[in-house]
């Protein structure tokens, strides 16, 4: 099992949480096989509250990927496409079964002292 931790701005945090956020997008994705997403919600929250499961990786032109994201996509189209500005590429974690957690958890308690830009590898 492959785990990693992603820095979420609270707004996409939020929609993952209720539910209507279905993919989380990327400019690059990991190397490994991604089987869980921890969630790691920015500032002004700054902790881990949930745990994700990645039931696939898509990779696409960033229109393509758009075609086929958009009702669960937890963002507007032009927020989408200027995070995909210049790029030919797109991808997005399709996101599955959440677990939140009672009590959100600080990046210490992982072993990590500052949040990733991208994201990091989780072992355990």
């Known amino acids: 099992m492959c785990t990693i931790l992603l820095s979420i701005k609270p707004e996409y945090t939020n929609q993952i949480l209720k539910g209507s956020k279905k993919f989380e997008f990327r400019r690059s994705v990991a190397k490994r096989k991604v089987d869980?997403?921890?969630?790691?919600?920015?500032?002004?929250?700054?902790?881990?509250?949930?745990?994700?499961?990645v039931i696939g990786v898509m990779k696409d032109s960033p229109k393509k990927l758009w075609e086929k994201t958009r009702t669960h996509a937890g963002i507007s189209r032009p927020k989408f496409m200027d995070y995909y500005a210049n790029r030919s590429v797109a991808y997005a974690y399709q996101l599955g079964e959440l677990q939140k957690f009672d009590t959100p958890k600080t990046l210490a308690e992982y072993g990590i002292s500052a949040a990733p830009q991208s994201f990091v590898y989780i072992e355990g």
């Open 36 to 53: 869980r997403i921890l969630i790691y919600s920015t500032a002004p929250e700054m902790k881990v509250v949930a745990m994700v499961e």
